[in-house]
């Protein structure tokens, strides 16, 4: 299907700390995917950036005993030069502390205020008599008043999803020195969001991306809970001051700004390449698609705050096209998270093996449907079983084989039998079905589909031997290797948006020209020509020969060099 302009984008990591592989999932699936349209022709932007404001980072630099700012540069940098890392092909990865980003946000809530969706409101807040401030949000914890998590938060109970505000929290208590807040009051702004309830319900249950729990999840909260009004604003220094009337000293609330920063990021990347009107084919295209890979917890902030924020603008923006969340991924039974230091960072995960081992395991395990727990062994057995025995293995016994028996020269074929053309209907199929599934963001579908053409593969060079056969029929062996070649060069690029650089390594191998990120997918069933020549096989990857036990002790020595360094 062609999209022509497609916006793809992630949820914009905290940088109150590093990111773990649970903020990774998200990331990675949107780089997935705009691989995957950019194979397929299409005009692709990728943006996302740090998410600089916000309680959590103001939390974590009291803490350290420095200013938000200082925080939030040393982070940011950190990511950037991780993420390069990574292979995320970024078009524009920005923060949320940029000139473009704040005006853009300050100008949208003043259309926003001018259309009537905001009002001003006097409230009891709680607030913190020992530390002398307001508890908005990371401020405060407590339990939660839907589920009973004791340890739920004042913007959102991460257990059961549902939105909160510090008030509704059981027995609250203040993040920074435990202490028993009392209720005081302040005067806030507040974003009408009943006044939308009608539109959102009509975007939702029209729209045929969303997946079903997606879907539900956010017509539960507009029609079953009835949607009640946000307080936009919130007694904090650290974020972009709220530009309405006598609003001074206030700032945003965090989610009324940084989903905001998916256009401004767009603006953004088209004003550094002096294209400055070229955002707008983004936004404002009804044939434009865009994007958003989130974890399950922000579900309520991209389907229902986003898109009403740009349906209060009155300007016409297209809203979200896909919102794909996925469940969490666990570590050890608990869920991944930043503030409390449960899981495995991207730079400690890059200290034990290359991206794309990675890339593939997170990609082949996607919580999609579940929350998934990271397991040592199931990491060995995904990379030692699929990338290394199955994937990596087809590549180079087809490809040292055409180096030692064809003088380093894919066979001219003769006359191919009947099997020999179903295997390449049945490598067409499985093509055409990881696009789908990628298509559909079922990413681990797609990843599983990937080895699934290498094992066709493997199990066609069983069956037809052809290191005996080219003993007594060279040119039925020949054909063989031609279609194996095929295939090879198929999985070259299809395997291109999961695992980069292995990807890019294999096209190199065969002597193709330019980078395999800038074919198109229909190369993909191609053959390479006769007698065209490929260089020496050498192997993609190598087996994990360290068990459960050894990974873990490697894991905590890097964590503590990486923290002495730190």
């Known amino acids: 299907m062609k999209l022509g302009k497609v916006l793809v984008a992630c949820a914009w990591p905290y940088v109150n700390y590093l ?10 699936s949107a780089d997935v995917v705009a691989r995957y349209y950019r194979l397929k022709g299409e005009d692709v932007l990728m943006v996302s950036g740090s998410d600089e404001h916000g309680t959590p980072i103001e939390v974590e630099a009291i803490k350290q005993g420095i200013t938000p700012k200082q925080l939030t540069d040393r982070i940011h940098a950190k990511v950037v030069r991780l993420f390069k890392q990574w292979n995320f092909s970024f078009d524009n990865y920005t923060r949320t502390e940029n000139q473009v980003h ?38 405060v914890e407590g339990k939660c008043p839907y589920c009973g998590y004791e340890a739920a938060r ?44 009608d539109k959102l319900a009509t ?30 604003t919130r007694d904090v220094e650290w974020g972009i001051p709220a530009p309405y009337p006598e609003a001074e000293g206030k700032t945003f609330y965090v989610w ?24 707008k084919d983004f936004w404002f295209n009804k044939n434009a698609k865009s994007f958003y890979f989130i974890g399950k917890d922000n579900i309520p902030f991209h389907t229902i705050i986003f898109p009403a924020m740009l349906l209060a603008s009155g300007e016409g923006y297209n809203l979200p096209w ?22 495995i960072w991207l730079d400690e995960a890059l200290e034990l093996f290359s991206p794309d081992y990675w890339r593939y395991f997170i990609m082949a395990t996607r919580p999609e449907t579940k929350d998934s727990n990271f397991s040592w062994t199931m990491f060995i057995e995904k990379i030692n079983a699929d990338l290394n025995d199955t994937f990596g293995n087809f590549i180079h016994r087809t490809l040292k084989f055409i180096n030692s028996q064809f003088d380093s020269q894919v066979p001219k074929p003769e006359d191919l039998s009947e099997e020999d053309k179903r295997i390449l209907e049945t490598l067409k199929e499985k093509v055409d079905a990881t696009a789908k599934e990628i298509e559909d963001c079922k990413l681990q579908s797609a990843s599983n589909e990937v080895i ?54 294999l096209w190199k191998t065969l002597n193709s020209n330019g980078t395999v990120h800038k074919q198109r997918w229909t190369e993909a069933l191609t053959p390479l020509p006769p007698n065209h020549e490929i260089a020496k096989a050498k192997p993609l990857f190598q087996k994990i020969e360290a068990n459960e036990k050894e990974l873990d002790e490697m894991l905590e020595k890097i964590g503590e060099k990486l923290a002495k360094e730190a």
């Open 452 to 505: 699934g053409i290498a094992r066709v593969g493997n199990q066609y060079l069983n069956e037809k031997e052809p290191w005996n056969l080219i003993k007594k029929d060279k040119a039925k062996a020949a054909n063989v290797i031609y279609v194996a070649a095929l295939i090879v060069k198929a999985l070259a690029i299809v395997s291109a948006p999961f695992i980069p650089s292995a990807a890019e390594e």
């Open 154 to 197: 004042g913007d959102q109970c991460e257990i059961c999803g549902r939105l909160l505000e510090p008030t509704l929290l059981i027995e609250p208590y203040c993040v920074i020195c435990k202490s028993k807040p009392i209720f005081k009051k302040t005067r806030q702004w507040y974003f009408d969001l009943p006044k939308l309830s």
């Open 256 to 279: 009324f700004e940084n989903v905001l920063g998916y256009v401004s990021a767009t603006i953004e990347y088209y004003k550094n390449h002096k294209e400055p009107d070229k955002w």
């Open 203 to 232: 975007y939702i249950s029209d729209n045929k991306q969303f997946s079903a729990s997606t879907k539900n999840f956010s017509l539960n909260i507009v029609k079953e809970e009835e949607l009640k009004p946000r307080a936009v």
């Open 102 to 139: 704040i005006e853009f946000v300050q100008n949208l809530h003043r259309k926003i205020y001018d259309n009537g969706y905001i009002f001003t409101q006097e409230t009891e807040m709680l607030y913190c008599e020992k530390d002398k401030r307001f508890l908005p949000d990371r401020f």
């Open 19 to 28: 990111p773990h592989l649970g903020t990774l999932v998200q990331v990675l």
């Open 322 to 343: 896909n919102v794909s969340a996925t469940e969490f991924l666990q570590f050890k039974g608990e869920r991944a998270s930043k503030s409390r230091r449960i899981g």
